[in-house]
């Protein structure tokens, strides 16, 4: 069932979300591939909690809510929201979502999302971009631009970061980035340069499912690398930004040799990548190689290498 779920997803006859047959099968993908994209989320979740920053928004709304996983992980993750009104083409996606999120959340009242978002409302968009034609982009980002704040998570692809890029630069102005940018100003990766990159970061994948049968299967049955998490995201809120604590952010997985490191640099001047010498910055060095949540520096190039600022 969830191969056969995996190839709606992938082959386009999804497109309007028709793929939803029963319950059964959003109870398997919200057990599977939900629970993944759950990670990613709380890679997002635990960024903005290291930048210092939480949503002010009473509502939340989560377009193309699938099994719901976006609206459970937000209202687990900060108190003081009242409203959870979800979206999707699937009736009985909406349903689903609806009966888990109010198990976990009775306080919370939830709707289905009106037609246009209420005042004061928190968008969470995940895992969407890819089965909206332009026509359904337009009406997304319509219903975005109504947003107090928006959180959204696509898959850690080439593909998928440059539509979420494209979704920034449509926002960008009455909207300021929180993150993953430390800046709102035009995003560096659209350089001709940096056509060959894409936006992405790794989510932690919990170490307890490398013991698990269940995931061992899904990983062989399906042939995805369980082990690895690649995701883009962006959040963004009306009016100025916060400050991002740091001025450059590091993409991706710097790529390692012998005592220094490429590192994928972002900055409001742009996107570039620069030589880390291990004998430079032994310390950043270290935290580099292991990743940590969030991946913003306060870093500057001398003669060519990359350097902590003092
Ligand atoms: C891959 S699933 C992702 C579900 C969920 N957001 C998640 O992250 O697990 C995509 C969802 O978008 C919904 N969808 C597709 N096109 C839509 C549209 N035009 N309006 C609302 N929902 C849509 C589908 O029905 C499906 O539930």
Not at 61 to 76: I, K, M, N, P, Q
Not at 199 to 220: K, L, M, T, Y
């Amino acid at each position: 069932m969830l191969a056969r779920l995996r190839e709606r997803f992938l082959d386009g006859s999804n497109a309007g979300g028709g793929y939803w047959r029963d319950e059964a099968e959003l109870a398997l993908y919200d057990a599977t591939f939900a629970e993944r994209i759950g990670w990613k989320w709380d890679a997002v979740i635990a960024e903005l909690r290291a930048r210092g920053w939480r949503p002010r928004s009473r509502n939340v709304c989560d377009f193309g809510c699938g099994s719901g996983v976006a609206g459970r992980r937000v209202l687990g993750a900060w108190d003081g929201f009242e409203t959870l009104a979800l979206a999707d083409v699937s009736r009985l996606a909406v349903a689903f979502a609806g009966r888990k999120a109010h198990a976990d959340f009775p306080n919370v009242k939830i709707l289905d999302a009106p037609p246009s978002l209420a005042e004061g409302t928190l968008l969470l968009v995940s895992h969407v971009i890819n089965e909206l034609d332009e026509a359904g982009r337009e009406r997304l980002l319509a219903l975005a631009r109504q947003a107090e704040e928006i959180m959204w998570v696509e898959a850690g692809t080439h593909a998928e970061s440059r539509a979420l890029i494209a979704v920034r630069e449509e926002l960008r102005g009455p909207m300021s980035v929180v993150a993953p940018c430390t800046h709102s100003a035009r995003c560096g990766m659209l350089a001709a340069e940096n056509g060959r990159h894409w936006c992405h970061g790794f989510a932690r994948v919990p170490s307890e499912i490398f013991q698990d049968a269940n995931w061992a299967r899904f990983s062989r049955e399906l042939g995805i690398d369980i082990t690895t998490l690649p995701f883009s995201f962006l959040v963004m809120q009306r009016g100025d930004g916060p400050s991002s604590g740091g001025n450059m952010r590091v993409i991706g997985r710097p790529r390692e040799m012998k005592g220094r490191m490429e590192v994928l640099c972002c900055e409001a001047g742009g996107v570039e990548e620069h030589t880390l010498q291990k004998r430079d910055e032994p310390e950043l060095f270290k935290t580099l190689r292991k990743g940590r949540t969030d991946p913003v520096f306060q870093m500057c190039v001398q003669d060519g290498k990359l350097r902590c600022v003092p």
